[in-house]
């Protein structure tokens, strides 16, 4: 009876390690790419959601909605992503880079932060 309780604290032992590897390869390229935030830019005419990576809105004053804003208005324009909700491969809604778009300053725009229940895909600059 010990003999087939040791193989079994083994192939238990043994199991959960071969788990925790292929988690920790499988989820390391989910954490390499870089985070995404969401905001809805609105104007008088209408409105839609833009992506600003991690590392993009680190360079910004604030890295909120204002700080977005504020350097629209200093820059006059900037280049940014355009966010759209897509069905994945698996038929899971997701928040997913559309194209490349330019945003110029204006009166009567607003920046809002947009939370969304869906998952954000990072930006992939290769689709440029």
Known sequence: ???????????????????FIMDSVVIQPALAADKVSLFKVITTKDEIVIGISEGD???????????????LVAKGSMS???YAVRKSAGGDLEQSPL?????????SLRVEPYATPLQVLPIDETKK
């Not at 604290?9 to 959960?16: H, I, S, T």
């Not at 809105?57 to 350097?71: D, F, I, W, Y």
């Not at 194209?99 to 009166?107: F, M, N, V, Y």
Request: glycine content about 10%; overall charge positive; hydrophobic content about 50%.
């Open 57 to 71: 809105l680190a360079q910004m004053e604030s890295q909120n909605a204002g700080g977005v804003a504020k350097m």
């Open 1 to 19: 009876m010990n003999f087939y309780m040791l193989i079994s604290k083994r192939l238990l032992l043994g199991l959960g390690l071969a788990t």
């Open 99 to 107: 194209h490349k778009i330019g945003l110029i300053a204006s009166d």
């Open 80 to 82: 940014v992503w355009r």
